[in-house]
């Protein structure tokens, strides 16, 4: 164990391996602890949670043992652009720098993988919505040529949500698996291959997670046999299990069976006549039931169908239409290979709706989501620790999770919890950035509770002074997208700065264009509080709305708040409080990047100071500097000269103080 865990320390040290083969590397004290307690968990295959906080070197932390160990690993993040990050950079750099002849392979899910049987199929069909599908149509076809891995990321060009991706790459339920035509040529097989043969695969959580799933059901192992898997951004790791673990019905499958379907009789005579029918009543079914789900909110649990007189009948008749759509397929399974998959998607779908409409379902909630033209059915389950824990103790493997966001107030209970861990090691190193230099953090006065009706425009109030300080380079985040738009429309109608708004535009060219800009002001919501990397002055003030509790009639989380009720426990406490800090954590975190980096986070809660709880929140961030007083903050950015407090601003100094204290009894 030592061994291993000096060797890791060496490499990491000042004069080590890593110091003398990589460009500008700064041994840091919390990055060899973290390497020599990641040793000491792979030797014992132990479980690690191990928090590591932006700055401490945490990528390299993991990788330099998991070298050195000659052990055979699996490394698994929350992003694919952690995932490429990793095999394309990091894990390079390390091998060459240790001198190892590791083989290492990168595996992504089969959706980020062309398939060059439904590319065939989609050449075929001669349908497009527009000029541009074709278009895009002939560049895959191009690239189709010359590619060596598949990966859908190397063709630039097209959107992440051009609806051509779903035609020509494949999923678990159309893959023809070794009877498809493509089979020896197929790009997935190809990377798994590879996996097979490598000493360290570098995958998602999602790739996992199905790995998981098919052992657990008794079906072949998409990833090899592992010695150690270590987790990075290991926080998503149970909102992700829940989703993963979810039964799901959507009108996207539904109409994408019968448009396979319908492709597939091109090469069974006969097919087309049996099949047109069925699969047109289907579609109607599915714009009938969307129909009927149109007076109802956009999410909501199963109970909420009855509110609109039209859903379940809608819902009967969908199952009816599958249901007869399932059965014009069955006699066709045996004239080809993409019949027989086709048969058994619509069984499975079948088995699903008809799981959803159970009322007797239980350990599990039913919920329904809207979008634009389609919906979401889901049976997802409450608890997804016992599966987790399951799967951990059969592989027999160290487990390592990281992150720089899983402690709440110190404690790991609630992430341990969540993934059935009794007792692991722990570790919490903090950031090594000097934050009460670096950066402030401002809760403006006078703000409204954040349930007012103008408490948007209230908190702009206060912020725009800030804005002009800097020059824009800011991120506002919102915990709704009703907020984000009311900021977004009022900053329009100033003019002040350029306006970057989630949604005007994929997330990758909205980051770039920002970037780019020098003095913008990105505005975005869930998806931008974690993931998003913008060092140096693009990026100088954060602005958070509120705190992230989640939607308080979001149904998973009911569901989930009754079941603790029940067990006796109480909800809040046990469960909206720690995600929020958690949540809360990651959104802060886009601040401080690098050892450079100086910035303002502006908070307009003032939950942080009425109420008892904000402590948690206030001590679970870095040691930002503190203040209410604007003034504070313009000579911070530089916008006011420096200058020594008058005896009022003492006094309104020790009034903060008084003020940051909690209110005792809410």
Known sequence: MRDLADRSAAALEEGGALARAIDGFRPRPAQVRMARAVAEALVAREVLVAEAGTGTGKTFAYLVPVLLSGLRVILSTGTKALQDQLFERDLPRAREALGLGVRAALLKGRSNYLCLHRLQQTRGADRFETREQAAQLLAIQRWAGATRSGDVAELEGIPDDSPLWPRVTSTAENCLGAECPFFDDCFVVRARRAAQEADLVVVNHHLLLADMALRQEGFGEVLPGAHAFVLDEAHQLPELASQFFSRTVSARQLQELGRDALAECAG????????????????????????????????GAFARLRQAPAAEPALEALAGRLEALARQL??????????????????????????????????????YELGTRGFVLSLTPLDVAGPLRAFRERSGAAWIFTSAT??????????????????PRSLIEPSPFDYPRQAIAYLPRGLPEPAHPDFVERLLERVLPVLRASRGRAFLLFTSHRALRVAAERLEQLGEFPLFVQGSQPRTRLLEAFRASGDGVLLGAASFWEGVDVAGDALSVVVIDKLPFAAPDDPVLEARLEALRQQGRQPFRDWQLPCAVIALKQGAGRLIRTHTDRGVLVLGDTRLVTRPYGRLFIDSLPPFRRTRELDEVLRFLGALPESVPSGDGARAAAADQDEDRPEAGE
């Open 268 to 299: 069974v005579s006969g097919a087309l006549a049996e099949l047109q029918g069925p699969v047109a009543e289907l579609e109607q079914a599915v714009r009938e039931l969307r129909l009927a789900l149109d007076p109802l909110p956009a999410r």
């Open 330 to 367: 069955e006699p066709l399974r045996e004239r080809s290979a993409g019949f027989k998959a086709l048969a058994e998607r619509g069984e499975d779908l079948l088995a699903r709706l008809a799981a959803f409409q159970d009322e007797e379902a239980s350990g599990e909630v039913r919920w």
């Open 406 to 423: 899983l402690a709440v107030g110190g404690q790991f209970r609630h992430y341990a919890a969540q993934l059935g861990l009794f007792e």
